[in-house]
């Protein structure tokens, strides 16, 4: 399995972006996805997460801003960013919690991230 993300870019402060991300390969179950982010010089940090029954958890600094959401039947993770601010800069990655066809065991796999940058 892998994850695919994008819709990353260059955007003014105040403007939107919405990142995508998607599965590929033999996905038996998915448990939870979500996004982090990781700026210059600082640890990868938590941005938002969603469980399969919908339940969304945000970190402080993103709430009422950004917007996670998954379509069930592809398996697909978004977050729409609104009001991005150029603190918001980072490379944003997106996570899952899944079971593979053949495999007995839960990993969480990570994509490889994708660049957003914030600034006039």
């Known amino acids: 399995v892998q994850l695919q993300a994008s819709g990353g870019g260059l955007v003014r402060p105040g403007g939107s972006l919405r990142l995508h991300c998607q599965p590929h390969g033999h996905v038996f179950s998915l448990r939870s996805m979500g996004w982090y982010r990781q700026a210059p010089g600082k640890q990868r940090e938590l941005v938002a997460t969603i469980t399969n029954s919908g339940r969304t958890a945000y970190a402080d600094s993103v709430k009422d801003r950004f917007i996670i959401s998954k379509e069930n039947a592809w398996n697909a993770l978004y977050l729409q960013m609104s009001n991005l601010k150029p603190e918001d800069t980072a490379v944003y990655y997106c996570?899952?919690?899944?079971?593979?066809?053949?495999?007995?065991?839960?990993?969480?796999?990570w994509g490889r991230g994708t660049q957003v940058t914030v600034s006039s």
């Open positions: 996570m899952a919690d899944i079971r593979a066809y053949g495999d007995p065991d839960e990993n969480t796999y």
